[in-house]
């Protein structure tokens, strides 16, 4: 083993349980509806994977901050990012339009 330590990890349910309880969350959240729903899939799927940013971004061949800012919401990932963060979470990407 190398030594080094990984960071301990919040649940991610706790925190979502958390930040959907803040009414200023909820109001951004409910504004930017698809970005952030994507922005959370994305970090629920790396947790999921057991991964951290870091490892994520290793696998993506970018840097931990890119992988945070697409966690974020704060950018707008194209189909080549997604798909890269989906093989990095052993996922498969899938795009769908539903009717409202």
Known sequence: MSGKRRPK???FGKLAKEWKS???FVAEYE???PVMELAFRLAEFRH???L???EVAKRMKTTQSAVARLESGKVDPGLKTLASYADAV???LKIE???D
């Open 9 to 11: 990890a919040i649940p």
């Open 22 to 24: 803040d009414p200023k």
């Open 31 to 33: 504004r930017l509806g």
């Open 48 to 50: 999921k994977s057991g």
């Open 52 to 54: 951290t940013q870091a």
């Open 90 to 92: 052993s996922a498969r």
């Open 97 to 99: 339009l539903v009717r």
